[in-house]
């Protein structure tokens, strides 16, 4: 199976930035799109940033003038540059796999890195 893995998290004071990693591995055949989604305690996972095997890129519009997503196609890693960030950042990140391992698309989501903003 595919596994995802994220790193990067942390404790950071407004304004400040920080930079997620996400690294693929197992069993992957085609990979439609790869992107990251957040939590906020009491609040419903939202979509952050995704990037699609033929490089379309969207963002959420509360990101978008300040986080990055890229991704390294040979090493299966995605990454999410975060900067300006806001209290309103703080939540649980997951890194997202969309794949296509038979016929029919599956989401593969990582454990979650703990995003803070805070002073």
């Known amino acids: 199976q595919v596994q995802l893995l994220e790193s990067g998290g942390g404790l950071v004071q407004p304004g400040g930035s920080l930079r997620l990693s996400c690294v693929a591995s197992?069993?992957?055949?085609?990979?439609?799109?790869m992107g990251w989604y957040r939590q906020a305690p009491g609040k419903q996972r939202e979509l952050v940033a995704r990037?699609?095997?033929?490089?379309?890129?969207n963002y959420a519009d509360s990101v978008k003038d300040r986080f990055t997503i890229s991704r390294d196609n040979a090493k299966n890693t995605v990454y999410l540059q975060m900067n300006s960030l806001k209290p309103e950042d703080t939540a649980v990140y997951y890194c997202?796999?969309?794949?296509?391992?038979?016929?029919?698309?599956?989401?593969?989501w990582g454990q979650g890195t703990q995003v803070t903003v805070s002073s």
């Open positions: 997202n796999l969309n794949g296509q391992p038979i016929g029919r698309a599956v989401n593969y």
């Open positions: 197992g069993n992957i055949f085609r990979i439609n799109a």
């Open positions: 990037i699609s095997s033929g490089g379309s890129i």
